[in-house]
């Protein structure tokens, strides 16, 4: 088991998604799947990033959501970002 640990900056960008039921559910299933194996399912199109995040991993919880978090140590998943394309690559 993978503990998840949220940094002050994904929990703000959470609160803009708190009334979308939606981006809410496919949200708990990605982080479902991460604490349980550490890696989500290529469905979700995890990827290494490069520039700003170099080092970070990136997938898509819907088309344009996209969850940003760091294998901190191990077994440790830290959650940094979550939100569009446009809203983290500025």
Request: proline residues 1%.
């Amino acid at each position: 088991m993978w503990e998840l640990k949220i940094t002050r900056q994904f929990k703000k960008d959470l609160k803009k998604y708190r009334n979308r039921a939606d981006e809410i559910f496919c949200l708990s299933v990605v982080l479902k799947m991460l604490q349980e194996t550490g890696t989500v399912s290529r469905e979700y199109k995890p990827h290494l990033l490069v520039g700003e995040y170099t080092g970070f991993m990136e997938c898509h919880v819907k088309n344009d959501l996209l969850l940003i978090w760091l294998d901190e140590r191990e077994n440790i998943i830290k959650l940094v970002r979550l939100g569009t394309h446009s809203e983290l690559f500025k």
